[in-house]
């Protein structure tokens, strides 16, 4: 089976493992420090603003009280979202408002936000589709005229940029996915920014248990180590070094990851082109960088199911993200989306990853094409 997403290690991974083993040091240590400092140099900016926890879904959990959003608060996300999103502003016991998007890119727009913004709006919680970057300018422009903190779900956006600036670091609160399907992988972990320092340090006790005092083995001063007071009722949401071991290798191959998923996404755009009953992804901006984590492709015939279940019995396995947050029962949301509508029924995401061989990608096309002549 083609795999629509697969992770590329090696032995680089395998040897830095093996060093942390050696080490008889597992848990959160100097790999962890290490890579908060080379993600935050990835980012164009310093570990003032960086800091590691388990997984990116923690980081959309930990927003909301890091933002200061309450039970009541509402906060605004499209409906085309990660359902890590949704469930966080729901546990909160905060409203989820959710908005449109636009049915092309996937991403929510000014004009569908503003439309949703009432007194009690305290946030936008914004969803980069496959890492292709919202309308920035338009959308911090629109939080600064009704005070709404930004949190930026760019969890696919690794090397992701608007107008030559880093995604996730445009709001309050962004961050970066590193699970097994993601481009950078090491398990699980990932990467959030704060646009204020002091915000990450209320982040980083937060995400250890609201400890005031560091560990026995890095604190030097306390001549009593073992005592410890708390300042929150934190979680414990760390990185370990395994993972950092992992996360430290992979980052150094990002760049060639990213150049074989840009030919995948050029040889899927150049070799179905001309088929009449299929839309391409939009053309990128040149103000925008993206990381080609989707390629999704839009049928125009009604017949999008048809087609993933051919190519899934032909060896290729396709999907759709994201399933729409107001089809969600448990969310009871009655709103009316017709552009997310359109896009949930009609889209499909192709395999693209870094391990995608030639023949994989032509015989995708061939498959493709080969359905069109069958049933289109």
């Not at 083993?21 to 420090?33: A, P, Q, R």
């Not at 445009?170 to 990467?191: T, Y």
């Not at 009449?276 to 053309?283: A, F, H, Q, R, V």
């Not at 190519?311 to 290729?316: T, V």
């Amino acid at each position: 089976m083609i795999n629509v997403m697969q992770p590329a290690l090696g032995e680089e991974e395998l040897k830095r493992i093996s060093e942390v083993f050696e080490s008889n040091w597992l848990g959160k240590g100097k790999l962890v420090s290490e890579f908060e400092e080379k993600y935050a140099k990835h980012l164009g900016t310093t570990g003032r603003h960086v800091l590691s926890t388990n997984c990116c879904s923690e980081g959309l959990f930990s927003s909301m009280y890091l933002c200061d959003i309450k039970p009541g608060d509402e906060v605004i996300l499209p409906t085309i979202s990660f359902i890590g999103a949704g469930n966080a502003v729901c546990a909160n016991g905060s409203k989820m408002v959710l908005c449109d998007v636009d049915k092309r890119t996937l991403n929510a727009r000014v004009e569908d936000i503003e439309k949703v913004i009432t007194k009690k709006t305290k946030a936008i919680l914004l969803l980069h589709f496959g890492g292709i970057p919202c309308e920035m300018d338009g959308i911090m422009e629109l939080a600064e005229k009704y005070r709404l903190k930004v949190i930026e779900d760019c969890a696919a956006g690794v090397s992701s940029k608007y107008k030559g600036r880093p995604l996730g670091t445009f709001g309050d609160i962004g961050m970066w996915s590193f699970d097994a399907m993601k481009i950078l992988v090491c398990g699980d972990g990932a990467i959030l920014h704060f646009k204020d320092p002091e915000l990450r340090e209320r982040a980083e006790k937060y995400l250890y248990f609201g400890l005031e005092t560091k560990s026995g083995y890095e604190n030097s001063v306390a001549q009593k180590w073992w005592e410890f007071d708390i300042s929150c009722y934190g979680h414990r949401a760390v990185m370990n070094d395994i993972t950092a071991a992992m996360a430290l290798e992979q980052l150094k191959k990002v760049p060639m990851f990213i150049e074989e998923r840009e030919k995948v996404h050029n040889f899927y755009s150049c070799n179905l082109k001309n088929i009449s009953w299929i839309d391409l992804p939009l053309p990128i901006p040149e103000y925008c960088t993206t990381s080609y984590y989707f390629y999704h492709i839009q049928l125009k015939n009604g017949k999008r199911d048809e087609l993933a279940y051919y190519l899934r019995q032909n060896g290729i396995y396709t999907t759709y993200r994201y399933f729409p947050l107001h089809r969600v029962k448990k969310y009871r949301n009655s709103g009316r989306f017709y552009n997310a509508d359109y896009a949930a029924d009609n889209t499909l995401c192709l395999p693209i990853h870094q391990s995608l061989t030639c023949d994989n990608c032509a015989l995708i096309v061939d498959k493709i094409k080969e359905f069109g002549k069958k049933y289109c």
